[in-house]
């Protein structure tokens, strides 16, 4: 870290209003706990490049990670005013009201950073999570599938589809939903759980000792993995 702090300060002394390397320096900051220096990074970063999106993305996330909703909503609000037309932001103030619980709101966002860029990917798959939470299921499922015709193979999208048909009685929909879900990311421990519990409901005791063994390994192994 500290060789790439002096790369970055040495970039800057070259280019000091280059956005990307102030965006780059907040992250290194925010690694590092040092707070202020890493708002202070990003500001500059949308300062000197109003649509590096990544440092908008970046700070919210910081204010969200500590709770500072009004904070996060400001900015994104501000930055609108400027650029009303970016997907991004809207996507951003979509995933903000969401954890207000303003799921109406977020709805709305989601839909404008649909309607700013219709290959949004992101949107596609925050307004198919949102929408499940409010229980319109069939209006998730389109927004899943959209999402996959324009990026084919994200995992978090066939675990909610799995959720979906497991809701809706389609058992075996959902097993395979789940099964392709961990062949594209054997990480995804939640989609593991919901397969073994499927199973379960499905009656299939095949290597069902071994399988229990290996899910609780996972568990264990997961549960005392240190969280950097």
């Known amino acids: 870290l500290d060789g790439a702090l ?17 965006c780059n320096l907040g992250c290194l900051w925010q690694q590092q706990g040092k707070r202020t220096e890493a708002v202070a990074a990003y500001q500059r970063a949308i ?12 700070l919210v996330g910081l204010y969200l990670h500590e709770g500072d909703l009004v904070s996060a ?4 609000r501000s930055a609108l005013n400027h650029h009303p037309q970016a997907a991004p932001l ?30 949004c ?32 193979g994200i995992a978090g999208i066939y675990r909610n589809l799995g959720e979906i ?25 939640d989609a593991l759980i919901k397969l073994e ?9 095949e290597q069902y000792e071994s399988r229990m063994t290996q899910m609780l390994n996972r568990l264990e192994t997961a549960d005392s993995t240190p969280i950097v």
């Open 165 to 189: 048909y497991e809701a809706e009685g389609d058992y075996l929909k959902a097993q395979e939903c789940f099964l392709y879900t961990l062949s594209l990311d054997p990480d995804q421990l």
């Open 197 to 205: 519990h499927l199973r379960l409901t499905l009656c299939d005791w």
């Open 47 to 58: 300062e000197y490049q109003p649509d590096l999106w990544t440092a908008y993305q970046n």
């Open 90 to 119: 809207h996507l951003l103030l979509g995933d903000i009201y969401r954890q207000r619980g303003d799921l109406t709101l977020a709805l709305n966002a989601y839909r404008e950073a649909i309607r700013c860029d219709d290959r």
């Open 73 to 76: 909503l400001d900015l994104v």
């Open 6 to 22: 002096h790369c970055y300060q040495q970039a800057l002394a070259l280019s000091p209003q280059h956005g990307a390397i102030h």
């Open 121 to 152: 990917v992101s949107a596609y798959q925050n307004l198919g999570g949102t929408l499940m939470m409010v229980n319109n299921t069939t209006g998730a499922k389109i927004c899943f599938k959209k999402a996959l015709d324009i990026q084919p």
